[in-house]
C-alpha cells in the first residue's frame, strides 16, 4: 500500500485490539487486567503511576489520566508513540498485524462517518515526545547481562522484615544497592533457563509514593521471556511439583520454605514464552500447582494459565480461602501439609 493511497481508517481500527498493539510494544506484561479494563503506566508519557493508563477491553479505547489527559483509539495511539500522523499509524497497523491491505483502502461502501475527524488527516501532531528506538524483535531473547552488581547489602531491614533468611538472600544474589541504576532499591538478578543473569529487577523497599514504582525493570528487557528462578528448577529432581507463582517474594519464600521446583511468572499472566519454558520442563507425568495472588488479577489469571497448561499434565489450581492472601505469607507447615497432600 502506496503512502498516499487512501484507508479506511474505520476497516483498521476495528480489525485490531489496543491488547494487541500493546502487545506489539512488549507492553502488555506491564498491565493489570481487571474486568474490561487493562490498566498500566502511561506509554506515551513514559510515566511510571501504574494505575495512570487504562485501556477498555470492550470499547477498545484509551485514557491517560495524567499528564496526557487524553484518550482515544488504537489508531491514535499508534499515532502518539510514533509520533506520525494517523494515515501513517494506519499504515503501520496494517503492516504490523499483517492486515488484509485491499480490505483496509476503504472507498468500500462510500459510506461516511462524519463523527470520524480522522478521515485523510495528514498533519502529524504537535508536541508529542519522539521515540527514542523502534521495538525490539517478537520474541528475540533477552540477552545476558556483561557485569554483576556487587557491594549488595544483604542484611537489609527490609530484607528481613520480609521474612528471608541471610541464606536465602546470599542465595538468591539480592540486596541491597546503594548506587547506579537500581540505586536505593533492592536488587534481584534474573536468569534464564541456561543460568546467565539477563537483568536485575529493582525492589523498592517499602511502599513507594504514588509516582514511584515497586519495581524497576531496565528499559527493554522483556520479563514475559523469563521465569524466575527457572535456572534452578532444571537442576530439581522432577518428581515434585513445579509451583507457579507471581512475584519474586512468593518464589524466594516457598524456596527458603524447601520448596524449590517454583518459578515466578513476575506477574499474574502467563506469556508464550513462559508457557514454552514450563513445557520444556515437564512431562506428562508431572504435577503443575499454580498459586497466584488472591486477588482481581490473580484470580483473573489463573482460570487462563491453569486451562493452558492442562494441556501438557496435570495442573491443581490453588484457592485461597482469604481475599487478598499470598503464597508468601504461607508457613513452612502449612506449604508442607498442603503440597504433601
Ligand atoms: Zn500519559
Known sequence: MSKNSFVDFRAVKAAITMEQVLEHYRLLDQFKRSGDSLSGPCPIHKGSN?????????????NCFSECKHGGNVLDFITRMENVSVHAAALKAIEWFGLDAEAMSGDSGGEDDPGDTHKNEVSPPKHL????????????????????LDKLEREHPYLIERGLSLETIIDFGIGYCGKGMMAGRIAIPIHNAEGEVVAYSGRFPGEPSEDTPKYKLPPGFRKSQELFNIDRVCKEPANRPLIIVEGFFDCMKLYQHGWHRVVALMGSTLSIAQEDLIAKHTNGDSQIIVMLDEDEAGIAGREDI???????CFVKMYQFEK???QPEHLSKEELDSLFSS
Do not use: Y
Open 323 to 325: 481475599l487478598g492472601a
Open 50 to 62: 501504574p494505575t495512570q493508563f487504562r485501556v477498555s477491553i470492550s470499547k477498545n479505547i484509551w
Open 129 to 148: 515526545p519522539r521515540k527514542e528506538s523502534s521495538p525490539p524483535e517478537n520474541n528475540a531473547p533477552n540477552k545476558p547481562l556483561k557485569f554483576r
Open 306 to 312: 491453569a486451562c493452558r497448561l492442562s494441556k501438557l
